[in-house]
């Protein structure tokens, strides 16, 4: 049973920040690459940015230098920091993890509840 827990989302102005966590079950965290991915209504479920076992990242063109992916091993948690928030990154957030060619893919086939993130003034 995949179990992932997504939270840290809110109602945030542009140019404001978040810090999404993502609580992952031991059994998909601790061999894997993570990933977050974003949703907006209306549009396909993207990959924003992933990070390997190893602490490798990378980022989607759309967030790179303002958001920034890490993980916390004794924790089997992922964070997303996301600074310099703009309306366009309003979406539902979710994380998954695997093989780093399932995280590029964003082949899952179960998902956790996701966050809502909404930016606006």
């Known amino acids: 049973q995949v179990q992932l827990v997504e939270s840290g989302g809110g109602l945030v102005q542009p140019g404001g920040s978040l810090r999404l966590s993502c609580a992952a079950s031991?059994?998909?965290?601790?061999?894997?690459?993570m990933g977050w991915y974003r949703q907006a209504p209306g549009k396909q479920r993207e990959l924003v940015a992933s990070?390997?076992?190893?602490?490798?990242?990378n980022y989607a063109d759309s967030v790179k230098g303002r958001f920034a992916i890490s993980r916390d091993s004794a924790k089997n948690t992922v964070f997303l920091q996301m600074s310099s928030l703009k309306p366009e990154d309003t979406a539902v957030y979710y994380c998954?993890?695997?093989?780093?060619?399932?995280?590029?893919?964003?082949?899952?086939?179960?998902w956790g509840q996701g966050t809502q993130v909404t930016v606006s003034s």
């Open positions: 998954n993890g695997g093989p780093l060619y399932t995280v590029l893919r964003g082949d899952f086939g179960s």
């Open positions: 031991g059994s998909i965290f601790s061999s894997n690459a």
């Open positions: 990070i390997t076992r190893i602490g490798n990242t």
